[in-house]
């Protein structure tokens, strides 16, 4: 069985078609989007591109869905008009969890943030202690979540945690792409190159309140966690 895990797309449709190009992606059994595949500058195009995967795909929100439904912010109004009643609909039925089995794997749990929260903050630096209590109670061998954008893969409490990363809005010392592999062998955090430069182009274009600030931050600029993750760890 192959699972792909795809967090954080923040509409960014060019990162997105690079990895739902990539054989393992594109030959998965199944495909996990962890959320937040809105806002951003191509939604209704990254919300359909995922839709099309059909029953192969198994989705819950992120804060991002959340506050694109709750039309909450410049850039979510213009996301909830480009997705459209329909769409936004479908967003806001989405589950905050899901469950999978990944033989080799075990129980896995798809979340956004945390299991209890699409917004609670886990870091490469989140102390052992506090990763375990966000655990305690949580029946499953392995956590796959996203939301601080940056690939994690530890074990606390005798529970995997895996951040895929951020597919469209990276917090990483090298550019790409970022998402998750899980097979019968285990979990590899896999990279996809894409042309940013074409990327920051057409995101320009996209009509998006601050698409010139979301091509230079997000698609031309790098954060690397060594500044993002201390930086995120001190909101949690
Ligand atoms: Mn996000």
Known sequence: MRVAALFDVHGNLPALEA?????????????????????GPFPRECVEVLAALGDRLVAVH??????VVARDGEEARWCADELG?????RLAALPTTARVDVPGLGRVLLCHG?????????TLVTPDERL?????????DAVLAGHTHTQIDRTVA????VNGGSVGMPYEDEPGARWALLTADGVELRRTEYDREAAARRIRR???????????EYVLARHPPSETAPYFESLA
């Open 206 to 216: 996209s009509g998006m309140p601050g698409a010139d600030a979301f091509a230079a």
């Open 62 to 67: 992120g804060n991002g869905e959340r506050n």
């Open 85 to 89: 009643a329909e769409r936004l609909a």
């Open 132 to 140: 375990g209590g966000i655990l305690a109670g949580v029946e499953a």
């Open 158 to 161: 005798g529970v995997r945690w």
């Open 19 to 39: 990895v739902l190009a990539e054989p393992d992606v594109a030959g998965a059994d199944l495909v996990l989007c962890g959320g937040d595949t809105v806002p």
């Open 114 to 122: 945390t299991p209890r929260s699409d917004e609670e903050i886990v």
